[in-house]
Nanobody, 128 residues
Framework: EVQLQASGGGLVQAGGSLRLSCAAS????????IGWFRQAPGKEREGVSY????????KYADSVKGRFSISSDNAKNTVYLQMNSLKPEDTAVYYC?????????????????????WGQGTLVTVSS
């Protein structure tokens, strides 16, 4: 069964850190891109970061650059999102998603790209 399991959310004060994990099963992890997305109440879902397990390239939303870091452990089929210097505006439900790696020029945040598998969300709440 193809599955993604997101975990690691919680309540943290502004300026604090959290590490989210996305554990994958049921597909060839190394051939996929794993993306993190978030959706705050009343807002549209937005891309936060992604990593290609095939070639290792990453991308970050401007709002999280310099504060968030994505990494992948292919041996554990797990992608991590280290979130530092958290702000109240980072409060959202965070989702991970998986889709096939196509090539190095694809923007995996593009609406033209469709992720195949979505995990359940994990709630991140940042208090001021």
């Amino acid at each position: 069964e193809v599955q993604l399991q997101a975990s690691g959310g919680g309540l943290v004060q502004a300026g604090g850190s959290l590490r989210l994990s996305c554990a994958a099963s049921g597909f060839t992890f190394e051939d996929y891109v794993i993306g993190w997305f978030r959706q705050a109440p009343g807002k549209e879902r937005e891309g936060v970061s992604y990593i290609s397990n095939r070639i290792g390239n990453t991308k970050y939303a401007d709002s999280v650059k310099g504060r968030f870091s994505i990494s992948s452990d292919n041996a554990k089929n797990t992608v991590y999102l280290q979130m530092n210097s958290l702000k109240p505006e980072d409060t959202a439900v965070y989702y991970c998603a998986a889709g096939p790696h196509l090539d190095e020029y694809v923007d995996y945040f593009s609406q033209a790209y469709e992720y195949e598998v979505w995990g359940q969300g994990t709630l991140v709440t940042v208090s001021s």
